[in-house]
């Protein structure tokens, strides 16, 4: 048994002397998976993404600040208005919309969140070209949203580091300075 534990002791001990593989080196860390696809809650109105991408409207039409803003915001009742006051008004979802009142914040079911204490610019994000479906997957061809892709530490790195950009921690995380 002694012997065994000295074993083990040199063996740890050799492994810490010897030189880290570099980036190019090693695989990327791959985390344990995640139940994804991940459903997101009933929605509080009943929203078809693929039929309002087939009518020609972009990412940035509901999502105020996707493109411009560090968080990309969600549709409320007057935004929604705008169009459905003329668009399918007779259908039961857009009359369930109208019969809120004017101002009225709607409390969707988020897909995608990343934890409070991370930063996340959705505006640094589109500077640098890349595409809502990078993120958020296929949206034109989803009636319901889902969470299809990772939103955790381990997935932003690996495509930062897909991507030649730095990984420093204060990038996305406030360091208290």
Known sequence: MRLKRRALGLAIALAALAPWPGPSQAPPYQPPPEDLPREVGTQPIPFDHQLHMQNRMACADCHPGATSASRAGLPDRDQCMQCHQAIAADRPAVRQLAALPAGSKIRWERAYRVP??????????????????????????????????????????????????????????????
Do not use: I, Y
Not at 130 to 148: F, I, K, T
Not at 149 to 157: E, K, L, R
């Open 116 to 177: 409070d204490f991370v930063f996340f610019s959705h505006a640094e994000h589109a500077k640098a070209d890349l595409a809502c479906a990078d993120c958020h997957g296929p949206v034109p061809e989803r009636q319901v949203l889902m969470q299809e892709f990772s939103t955790n530490m381990v997935a932003c790195m690996n495509c930062h580091a897909q991507r030649q950009v730095s990984n420093e921690c204060f990038l996305c995380h406030d360091l208290g300075q």
